[in-house]
C-alpha cells in the first residue's frame, strides 16, 4: 500500500472518529442543557400561571354555577403562548377540575413538587406542581411538558452528529488523499531519484537534500553517506583485487629469474665433478638469491599494504624514536656502514609508524649497499628536524652519488642499476609511504660533493592521502 493511500485512509478514519467523539460529547452536554432549560421553563410557567390558577379556582368556588370563562381564557391562552406542547391541570377543591392542553390522565402523586417525570402507559412527562390556596380553599396546579418533545429535539441532533460524520468520512478520505499525496511528495521523489540513482548512465549520483522537508533531507543525507561509504567500499575492493593482481602477476614474473637460477645451481650440487670451492659458490650463490627473493617479497607486501592503507592506521607517534630504533636494526644488518645520528629532543606528528618506519629502513639499507666510497668505507649520516609545519628526515651517504638525470628513475619499480643486489623495490616503497604521508621526497646534492642525500619531508599533521597520478608501484613509467 502506498503511503499516500495510507495517510488518506488513516486521516478518513480519523476525521469521522474525532467528529463522532465531539459530537457525542456535544449531545451529551446538550441533552443535559436542555433538560435543564425544560425544568427552568416549566418551573416560570408555574409561577406565571399561579396567580390566575389561584382567581380561578376561587371563582370556581363561589359561584359554581357560573363558569369563569374570562379566567380560563387567560389560561388557555397563557398555556397555548408558552413554548410547550405540554399542558396544565388545575385540581380545585370542591369544583370540577380544569384541563388544559396535553396532560395525563392520572395525576402524578400529590406530595411530589417536581420537577419531576411521571411515566403514563408509554407516554412519559415532565411536570411541576404546586398548592394553591389554604384549608378549605386549597387547589393544586399541575404543569406538564411530554417526553416526546425532548426526545425529537435529541433524535434531530443525533441525525445532523451523524449527517456529519457521514459527510467527514468522504470529506476526510479526499483531504487525506490530497493532503497524503502533498505531503508525500518529496519521499516520492526522493524514491524516483533513488530508483535511477544505480543507473550506468548517472555514475557517482547523488539524492538532493534540499526538499524543504528536515526529516527528508536528513534521510537523503544518511543515504548520500551510505552511498559514499559504498562506493569507497566498491572502489577499496577493486584496488585490492588489481594490487593482489599486480602482487600475484610482479611476484611470478621477477621470481622466475632467481627460482631458474636456483634450480640451476641446485643441479649442479649433485654433479659429481664439483669440487669443494665451486661448491663453496654455488650454495653462495644459491643464498644471494634466496635473499633477493626475501627482500622482493618483503617490498611487495609493503607495497601492497601501502596501497590499501586505511585513516585508522594514522596515530601520534615520535619521529626521533622510530629512527633510533630503526639506526639501531641497521647497525646490526650492516656492521661494516657507520652511521651517526643527529636528532632534535622529540618530534611527534601524526602519521603511520609502520610506513615510516618502511621508509627509514629501505633508505639505511640503500645507503648500506650502495654508499661505500672508493676505500670500501661507508659513512651514513641521518638527520631529523622540525621545518615549519613538516618533519625533514634526511640520509647521506659517502657513495659515488647518483647522476641527476637519474635521480627520478631511481624510484621507479625494478629500476636498479648494473650489479646491484636489492629488488629494485625499496625506493619505490620509500616513495609510496612518503605520498600516502601527504609529504614529498627528492635526490640532493650531498654537502661535500660527493655521495648521496635524500631528503623527506613530511606533514606533522598527516592524514592519507589520495592516490596521486604515476605514484602506484603497479604503473609502469619505466
Known amino acids: 500500500m502506498r503511503l499516500s493511500t495510507r495517510f488518506a485512509i488513516c486521516l478518513a478514519v480519523a476525521v469521522p472518529l474525532l467528529v463522532l467523539l465531539a459530537g457525542l460529547l456535544m449531545l451529551s452536554l446538550v441533552s443535559h442543557d436542555l433538560r435543564a432549560e425544560r425544568d427552568t421553563q416549566l418551573t416560570v410557567r408555574l409561577r406565571a400561571l399561579a396567580p390566575m390558577a389561584s382567581a380561578y379556582a376561587w371563582r370556581a368556588r363561589a359561584t359554581p354555577r357560573i363558569p369563569p370563562d374570562f379566567l380560563q381564557r387567560r389560561l388557555s391562552e397563557a398555556t397555548a403562548g408558552a413554548d410547550s406542547p405540554g399542558g396544565v391541570y388545575l385540581d380545585i377543591a370542591g369544583a370540577e377540575p380544569l384541563v388544559i392542553g396535553d396532560v395525563p390522565h392520572t395525576l402524578p402523586p400529590a406530595g411530589t413538587p417536581g420537577p419531576a417525570d411521571f411515566a403514563e ?24 411538558d411530554p417526553q416526546a418533545r425532548l426526545d425529537a429535539q435529541l433524535d434531530l441532533l443525533r441525525r445532523r452528529v451523524g449527517l456529519t460524520a457521514l459527510v467527514s468520512v468522504v470529506v476526510g478520505a479526499l483531504a487525506g488523499l490530497a493532503l497524503g499525496r502533498f505531503a508525500v511528495r518529496p519521499l516520492e521523489v526522493l524514491h524516483r531519484q533513488a530508483r535511477v540513482i544505480d543507473a550506468p548512465s548517472r555514475p557517482g549520483a547523488r539524492l538532493a537534500t534540499a526538499s524543504g522537508v528536515g526529516e527528508i533531507d536528513e534521510l537523503a543525507g544518511m543515504l548520500n553517506t551510505s552511498l559514499d561509504r559504498r562506493d569507497a567500499a566498491v572502489a577499496r575492493t577493486g584496488e585490492a583485487l588489481e594490487t593482489a593482481r599486480a602482487f600475484a602477476a610482479t611476484a611470478a614474473h621477477e621470481l622466475r629469474t632467481p627460482l631458474t637460477s636456483m634450480g640451476a645451481n641446485l643441479g649442479l650440487l649433485d654433479h659429481p665433478d664439483v669440487d669443494a670451492p665451486e661448491r663453496a659458490e654455488i650454495v653462495a650463490d644459491l643464498r644471494a638469491e634466496q635473499g633477493r627473493m626475501q627482500r622482493l617479497i618483503t617490498a611487495l607486501r609493503q607495497l601492497a599494504r601501502g596501497e590499501l592503507l586505511g585513516p585508522a592506521a594514522f596515530t601520534e607517534i615520535d619521529l626521533v624514536e622510530i629512527v633510533d630504533d630503526a639506526v639501531e636494526d641497521a647497525r646490526r644488518r650492516h656492521p661494516h656502514a657507520a652511521i651517526t645520528v643527529s636528532v632534535a629532543g622529540r618530534l611527534v606528528l601524526t602519521g603511520w609508524a609502520e610506513g615510516i618506519r618502511g621508509i627509514l629502513d629501505n633508505l639505511l639499507d640503500n645507503a648500506a649497499v650502495h654508499g661505500a666510497d672508493g676505500r670500501g668505507a661507508c659513512e651514513i649520516s641521518v638527520g631529523v628536524c622540525e621545518d615549519g609545519a613538516a618533519a625533514l628526515l634526511a640520509v647521506r651517504d659517502s657513495g659515488p652519488g647518483i647522476p641527476p638525470a637519474d635521480r627520478e628513475s631511481v624510484f621507479v619499480r625494478f629500476h636498479r642499476r648494473r650489479g646491484s643486489p636489492g629488488s629494485g623495490l625499496g625506493l619505490t616503497v620509500v616513495r609510496q609511504h612518503v605520498l600516502l604521508h601527504g609529504g614529498s621526497i627528492r635526490v640532493a646534492d650531498a654537502r661535500a660533493g660527493t655521495g648521496t642525500c635524500v631528503e623527506v619531508r613530511l606533514p606533522l599533521d598527516a592524514a592519507p592521502a589520495a592516490p596521486r597520478a604515476g605514484s602506484s608501484w603497479r604503473e609502469d613509467r619505466s
Not at 412519559?124 to 390556596?133: I, N, P, S
Request: net charge positive; hydrophobic share 45%; proline share 0%.
Open 121 to 144: 402507559g408509554e407516554r412519559t412527562w415532565r411536570f411541576v406542581a404546586e398548592d394553591l390556596g389554604i384549608r378549605e380553599n386549597r387547589a393544586r396546579l399541575w404543569v406538564f
